[in-house]
């Protein structure tokens, strides 16, 4: 019963008014956090640091540092995601841009997904790119090395998407920084398991590709729950 | 069917049809409880293996059944809050989430009790009771994450989201956790391989599961109402309630 109508312009327009809210929300946070090098650098000096930390605490001992060194990498990696979270939406919390962004006519879903791309590119991305340096200080095996970046660089998305709800959750607390590490670490554990394991399985010539498989499985999962929960949680955080 | 699930929601009807409920499920928790108990401490057979330090199952098994199920409880009430605003659904998930962290704690102890007879050791890495252990702490992000909230209502939808974000990663968990054990481990002593439990042995069992909800619904049931008096202390009808006149 519909008639094709010539009006297609207005049809079109919120298709484009998304795609360009998507760039514009993504251009504006990477543009902000690369002016703050110092808070993209930290989480990769915290990394380094912790890293030192262990061949200081444990034993300097090549033989049992490459044991352990899948593990220690991956956690360490962990906990610098973590750190970098707090500051997601807080910025944007403080000066009323997430108030904007949950006016705007864009689903808040998408945009707080440009700000966790951006968080990751920022974040996961780096920390993945800079643990083969730490590995080799951790005289982690040969052959190890390219897993250990790619299951940390497919790893570390998830851990952005799942961490960017604890964060939207507590954005609105003074005092969040304790209570989202503990709201956020154990979501974090599988994705710790099947990365350290698919590093550990490199190690031993085992096949990696399964546990890539469910790395990039987690982080489907993570993109098509984590966006909502993200934006649930932000409107609950402005209004409360 | 709606007007009654409306009638429900509303407060006053829930606490007058609660207690109509109440003295039922008491009764029955406790006489399933003390039934299951005294049989399964008492009168079922010791473990041609364990000795009568099996006996800790009767505690043990009810405690982790209702450690899961409330949680899914509570994201499901959560589910009800978000979806239909119906606030006796929060406060119910309000009332859970301690009493849900109590269980999985019992759960975590007694493993670690039979532990010490059995593994000879009071902790193990073992799948279960890691799987138990961050079950506990996702319950403890939950109270943790409604006390840190001023506005009851942010607290409310706070805790509803994270307990239904835990409720999709608790199975997640659980099945990575078993894959990372049998990886790390090969299993030398596996509860779960146990060879099937005669029925004298698993009668008290399943009476004590039984007992073990009917103590949760009932307790639940039992806050929840001290939560609405709580919350709707203004209210006319509670004020009547309390003898201080309309």
Known sequence: MSRA??????????????????????????????RRRGEVLN??????????????????????????????????????????????FRGDYDDGTLEQ???SPQPLAVLALAKVAVHWLLTGLPLALMAPVLGIMLSLPAG??????????????????IGAIGAALTVGLSRGGVLLSLLVLPLYIPVLIFGAGAVQAAILGDAVSAHLAILGALLAVALMFAPWAIAASLRISING | MWTFINKLGSPRWFYAISARLLPWLWAAAAVLIAVGSIWGLAFAPADYQQGNSFRIIYV????????????????????????????????AAAMM????????????????????????????????????????????GVIALRGAFSSRDSASRAASVLAMVGVINIPIIKYSVDWWYTLHQPATFSVTSRPAMPLEMWMPLLIMVLGFYCFFIALTLTRTRSE??????TKRWVRELAGEGG
Not at chain 1, 149 to 161: D, K, Q, V
Not at chain 2, 65 to 86: C, N
Not at chain 2, 228 to 233: G, K, P, V
């Open chain 2, 97 to 140: 989430a301690p009493l849900g962290a109590a269980m999985t704690f019992i759960a975590l102890f007694s493993g670690a009790v039979w532990g010490v007879p059995t593994w000879g050791t009071w902790w193990m890495w073992d799948a279960r009771l890691t799987s138990m252990l961050i079950l506990l702490f996702l319950y403890v």
């Open chain 2, 228 to 233: 609405i008096l709580r919350r709707e202390s």
């Open chain 2, 60 to 91: 043990h098994v009810p405690a982790a059944f209702l450690a899961q199920s409330i949680f899914v409880a509570m994201a499901v009430s959560g589910l009800i809050f978000m979806v239909w605003k119906i606030k006796i659904a929060d406060m």
């Open chain 1, 5 to 34: 109508k010539p009006s297609a312009p207005p049809q079109r327009e919120p298709h484009g008014g998304l795609v360009v809210a998507l760039r514009a929300t993504f251009k504006r946070d990477l543009i902000l956090l690369l």
């Open chain 1, 101 to 103: 962004l949950l006016l």
């Open chain 1, 144 to 161: 190890s090395y390219l897993v250990l970046a790619l299951s940390l660089a497919l790893g570390s998305a998830s851990l952005s998407l």
């Open chain 1, 43 to 88: 989480p990769l000096v915290f990394f380094a640091l912790v890293i030192t930390l262990f061949p200081i605490g444990i034993s300097p001992d090549p033989e049992l540092l490459s044991t352990i060194a899948p593990g220690l990498l991956w956690v360490a990696a962990l906990l610098a995601a973590l750190l970098s979270l707090d500051s997601l």
